[in-house]
């Protein structure tokens, strides 16, 4: 069976979130659409997969590369041969860099190959990874950025009285954490990203005024995203445990941030680091390290599907799936995909388990 062809499929839809947004690292102040890529692989047969890159502003770079460079490389290619074909693109274009538009790129396409591996064995993914017992798993409600106290208490309360046991803040600021575990009390399991801000010793000083909130991980704590040392500093010192991950692209990536003591909680993100092929080169990795994988999964398409199948088969039944706590105008996927009660139903369907719905691609699809 060989790849016959491929479509990129930019897609807005907008959200509201309690609040205005402070903006952030991936979006402006105020934001109130989400723009995603959703890729669209088709076999000679006419088998259909799906696969999503990391959005918003990157997208039409990410568009482009595979318009124009990555797809004439990868049609008439064997669907079957997913490795030997990420691996041929990756040494390829390796000149143009192993991070950005071409990883993304190949991340999609990798994902929807995944998805038409599935349909043709009859066989959810994760049951093509080693299958897994779990039938859900508990989802975390990723919040954006409020920088707003009371917006944050609102909004903690809102996502715990739905039934979240796990939340994750974008704040950068003390007040609103102390506001966070204030709403939620203490039970709840709270996590912080703060999206690279800070040398190692602004770090460390945050890291002393944020332990009396009792937070699960402080993620990207120090600029560069790269500085693993320093990560590893603040993850020795600063007496919070430490994630990181989701600005790793390459396997040696993850290597190097383990080989580091960097990272407590370790976050590849499908969408952006070579999809579920190398995913699970990444779970064998951090078990080599005794590392806990908790995927990165900032997208509500084929790459939040992608993430669930492989912590479910990979990670386990204890596993927590990021969930974009935005409320979309429209759902890629309806309510099949959406928590019940803070946790995510693990598709039993063959590939993904999903398919897009064709009316929101119609009535949200955008030109670029």
Known sequence: MKIANIETIALRIPFTSGGQSAGGVWGSKDLQVVDSLVVKVTADDGTVGWGETFGFTAIPAVKLVIDTILAPEVIGRDVSQREKLMADLQKKFHIFGRSGAFIYGLSAIDIALWDIAGKSANKPIYQLLGGGEATSLAAYASLIRYADPELVWLNVRRAVDEGYQYLKLHEVDVACVRAAREAAGPHIEITLDVNCPWTVREALDMAEQLRPFDLRWLEEPVWPPENYAGLAAVRKQGG????????????????????????????????????????????????????????????????????????????????????????????????AIIPKRGRLHVPQGPGLGLEPNPDVIRDYQIAL
């Open 240 to 335: 919070i445990p430490v994630a990181a991950g989701e600005n790793a692209s390459t396997l040696m990536d993850f290597q190097h941030m383990l080989e580091a003591g960097a990272v407590d909680f370790i976050q590849p993100s499908p969408a952006k680091m070579g999809g579920i092929t190398e995913l699970q080169k990444v779970y064998a990795l951090a078990n080599a390290h005794n590392t806990t994988v908790m995927v990165h999964t900032f997208y509500d398409g084929p790459g939040l599907l992608a993430s669930v199948h492989a912590s479910a088969a990979l990670g386990g039944p204890k596993s927590i799936v990021e969930w974009r706590y935005f409320d979309l105008e429209a759902q890629l996927y309806g309510d």
